[in-house]
Each structure stands twice: as structure tokens, then as C-alpha cells.
């Protein structure tokens, strides 16, 4: 196996803007990406298994909490080394990359932003030590595209409680979750602008997963369709105001899908680097398959892609490092991360087809690294909004101006 990419420095290093402690970071990652989800992952995709012991072992070393603040048991530390964190953890075990992203971006950090003191006090510090594992409750069976006009998820107070009803889908973490963000329609007379966020613990009464659904890739990521049948919540769990659950939304629309870039990038390199690996190996008419020009083409094509990939990845992760709290969701911003994580996961996309082109008929097998890498490539295509809706933001984010 060929070195850890992050182990290159020079020219490559300052092309791709990283300083030297951004780079070591980086580096660190890797390495404990390698040692100890890379072993995980062919037992994740053989059978949609989730390594339970995995999430306190990351909390123990300082991987969970990246954005919180150190009083909350946090690092304290920017989006952007969240994104290097990813990234890393995305070439070794994208699966279980994904998992985290979930808990440490999709839900924590909405968490950080929306919550009140005393929430935060409650659910932020197991989170970052990995003893509990976050879960975001949006989307539901039919309403595709269009999560928040179409929701029927409905929550209605009753004395100190909020009463739940409704059914959540394709919900990351759903099976495994200790504790979720869940959306509901609190006032239908005002449509989208009716919804309210809650903190829901899975032991609530009337939680329920009701199936783990199985997935062609990022396998042993667990996904769920769960059902709130009169699940009671206490009022003290409302994030924000009643129908202010737009606002939470949006708070951390722009920073997911900045965060979903990386996601891309991690996968993208290890498909490049499993390729040259292949392509030195591999044997043909008495001589290395790299020594056809047809396959310097697709290598030389991967690496431009690669690179440009990080390029707008890094920068995009900058941008929303610095965003502010109520810039979230319009604006330039809002243009730059959708079109970074649409450029991010269609270049991904023909990195992939010219990897498992390069492996030939061994990467057409199940169990084949390459193969895995190549079934996580439509989620990111469709996930947190379709590349079609993220070309809507962007063209509309043009006119406007």
C-alpha cells in the first residue's frame, strides 16, 4: 500500500493552502482514520454492521465536539478543521464518515447554535465525548425535495409535554441515535413557517424505529424510518420559539452542504490512490498497465479533478468558517456552497468511473474496495438536496444579484 497522501509536502502542500498546523492536523486524522476505521469498513458493507465501540473511542481522542467551545467538553475549533477531519476520516471508512457528519455537524452543530444554555448543558457534552450519538429527524416518506412545505410530522402541547405523531425516513443514525433533532408541524395555518425543532431522546414513549432501511452504498452507516405515535416531549425540549423551526433550519443549511464537499474529496483521493496502486501492480501484455497511455490519460484526468475538487472544497469550508449567524441560507454563501458540493460530488462521480475503469473486472466485484467507494457516489448526488436543487440556488442566487 502506497504512503498516506498526507504525508506529501512542498509544492502540493502550499497549492492546496494548507498551513502547517492545518496539514499535520490533517495528517493526524489520517493516521488514526487508518488504524482504527479503515479495519472497520468490509464488515460495515458485508453487513450493514454498526461498530458500536467506535464513537467513544473517537470521543476519547478529541474527535467529537471539533466547534464546541471547551466548556461544553469541545475543541473549539473552526468548521474548517471539521472539514479536514472528514475528509480524512472519508478515505478510510466513508461510512462511517458519514455517521459522524451527522452527529457532529447535522445535529451538534445546530445544536450549538439554536440551543438554550440548559439544553446545551444537558445534551452537548456526552455528545462530544461520544457516549451519545446524534441523529437529525427532517425529511419523510413522499416529500422529497420540498422537506419543510410538505412535512405532516405534527406536534401539539398538552399541559408540559409536546405530543409528536408523524414518520420520519432515510434518517442517518436513526437505528443507533440516543438523541435526535425533530422537525414538526406545530401550526398547519401557517405552512412552513408553522414548524418547531425538539430535542427527542429515543427513549421517549411512543418513539419507535420502525425499520433500518438497506442501502446499495455508505452500508453500515445506519438509516431509518422512524414513527412518532403520540411520543410526548417535554416542552422544555422546544429549540427556540414555537414555529421558529424555519430559522433552526436554515442556521446550518449552508454549513452541511459545506460539509458534504469534504465528504467527496476523501473518496475521491482514496479512489486515486487505489488506482495508481492498481495500474503499478496489475500486468498486462508482460508489463504494468501504467504504462499505457490510455491509462496515464484517466490518471492524469483523476488527479486534475482531485485537486481541483480540494481546491474549491477548502476554499468554500473557509467561507463558511467565517459565516455568522443570521447570514445562513442567502447570499453569496449560500451560492458558494451549494455549487461546492454539487462540483464536489459530480467531479466524484467520473473519479469513480475511471477508477473502477483502471481495476477492469475487479472492480465490478462486491467486495472490491474500489467497488464500495464507487456505491457511495449517487447518495452525495441526491442527499441534502439534489445537484438539480443546488443548481436552482446557485442560478438563483445570480439573478438576484
Request: charged letters at 20%.
Amino acid at each position: 500500500m502506497s504512503e498516506p497522501l498526507t504525508a506529501q509536502r512542498g509544492a502540493a502542500q502550499i497549492f492546496s493552502g494548507l498551513s502547517d498546523d492545518e496539514a499535520e492536523l490533517l495528517s493526524q486524522a489520517d493516521r488514526f482514520a487508518r488504524a482504527e476505521l479503515y479495519p472497520l469498513a468490509p464488515h460495515m458493507d458485508n453487513e450493514e454492521w454498526w461498530p458500536d465501540q467506535a464513537f467513544p473511542k473517537l470521543g476519547a481522542n478529541g474527535y467529537f465536539g471539533i466547534t464546541a467551545p471547551e466548556s461544553l467538553g469541545g475543541s473549539g475549533a473552526d468548521l474548517f478543521t471539521s472539514g479536514l477531519i472528514l475528509q480524512a476520516f472519508a478515505r478510510w471508512n466513508h461510512a462511517f464518515a458519514l455517521s459522524w457528519v451527522a452527529h457532529e455537524n447535522l445535529w451538534l452543530q445546530k445544536l450549538l447554535r439554536n440551543a438554550s444554555p440548559e439544553q446545551l448543558a444537558r445534551y452537548a457534552p456526552p455528545m462530544c465525548r461520544g457516549e451519545s450519538i446524534g441523529a437529525l429527524g427532517l425529511t419523510e416518506p413522499g416529500a422529497g425535495s420540498d422537506a419543510l412545505g410538505s412535512m405532516r410530522t405534527t406536534a401539539v402541547r398538552d399541559g408540559d409535554d409536546y405530543v409528536l405523531n408523524g414518520t420520519k425516513i432515510y434518517i442517518t443514525n436513526g437505528p443507533v441515535a440516543d438523541v435526535l433533532l425533530v422537525y414538526a408541524k406545530t401550526d398547519k395555518g401557517l405552512g412552513s413557517q408553522g414548524i418547531s425543532a425538539f430535542i427527542v431522546e429515543s427513549g421517549f414513549p411512543g418513539f419507535k424505529v420502525a425499520q433500518k432501511l438497506v442501502k446499495m452504498g455508505f452500508r453500515g452507516s445506519q438509516t431509518a424510518e422512524l414513527v412518532f405515535d403520540n411520543c410526548r416531549v417535554p416542552a422544555a425540549n422546544l429549540i427556540g420559539a414555537e414555529n421558529s423551526g424555519v430559522k433552526v433550519v436554515m442556521s446550518g443549511l449552508d454549513l452541511e452542504r459545506a460539509m458534504i464537499a469534504p465528504l467527496c474529496l476523501g473518496i475521491a483521493e482514496r479512489a486515486l490512490e487505489l488506482s495508481l496502486d492498481y495500474a503499478r501492480t496489475r500486468q498486462q501484455f508482460g508489463k504494468p498497465i501504467a504504462s499505457f497511455q490510455m491509462v496515464q490519460d484517466k490518471l492524469a484526468q483523476m488527479y486534475v479533478w482531485v485537486e481541483s475538487m480540494r481546491v474549491f472544497t477548502y476554499q468554500a469550508l473557509r467561507a463558511a468558517s467565517a459565516l455568522e449567524g443570521g447570514d445562513a441560507g442567502r447570499g453569496d454563501i449560500h451560492k458558494i456552497t451549494a455549487a461546492s458540493v454539487m462540483f464536489a460530488a459530480n467531479t466524484m462521480n467520473q473519479v469513480l468511473n475511471e477508477a473502477v475503469q483502471i481495476h477492469g473486472g475487479s472492480g465490478y466485484i462486491w467486495e472490491s474496495e474500489i467497488n464500495r467507494l464507487y456505491r457511495a457516489i449517487k447518495l452525495l448526488e441526491i442527499g441534502a438536496g439534489t445537484t438539480e436543487v443546488r443548481k436552482i440556488i446557485i442560478s438563483g442566487e445570480m439573478l438576484r444579484g
